[in-house]
């Protein structure tokens, strides 16, 4: 009996964990596509990315746990007309990898450093992911979001369309852009110890879907 029970708190402690990591939507991709709108109007604002008050958050998740950290911004711009964000881009440099969650420096230093290497971001070859909008419409929705956003997305040099979520917020001179959401990082050929493509990882899987949370200053 004693084992039986062991078991089922065992498995249910299982299920809230999964429910727990997926609560996020994973977002799709498609195709790289243009860049829609003449943001080279004299109507149209150009605002600056404020680096020191935009973060990128991310988290990557696995069998038996998770990391968390982050990445900074390097550069960017949002476009603004008639008060509206219509377009943007934005690069993050990779070689600012942080790992949050481990205090013991060697074990954070080797997690930065696998990072980094040709297994998941290959940064030496590839040390900036870019994102550039490709179009931006208002849409509210329960949880508090106003706007749908896509745009291109470029990692390791592979670029991929997506769309997510997000809370924009236009304040005279001043914007902020927030969302959160998962991506699957195989779409930009990071497969590390993904079930896709390796069998019997077991307990060393790592989930394809990764979470990115992110706010944007612009002004």
Known sequence: MKSILKLTLSLLAFTVFIVGC???ETIETSEKKEVAGDH????TEILKINKSSSIVEWIGRKVTGEHNGTVDVKSGELFLKDGKVTGGKFVIDLNTIKVLDLTDPEYNAKLTGHLKSDDFFSVDSHPEAKFEITSVFEKADAT???HKVSGNLTIKGITKNITFPAVIKVNG???S???DF???RTEWDI?????KFFENLGDNMINDDFNIKFKIIAE
């Open 144 to 146: 508090g979001n106003t």
């Open 173 to 175: 001179q001043s914007v």
């Open 177 to 179: 852009a927030s969302s």
């Open 182 to 184: 998962n991506i699957d």
């Open 40 to 43: 080279g109007s004299d109507e």
């Open 22 to 24: 997926e609560s996020t």
């Open 191 to 195: 497969r590390f110890r993904s079930g």
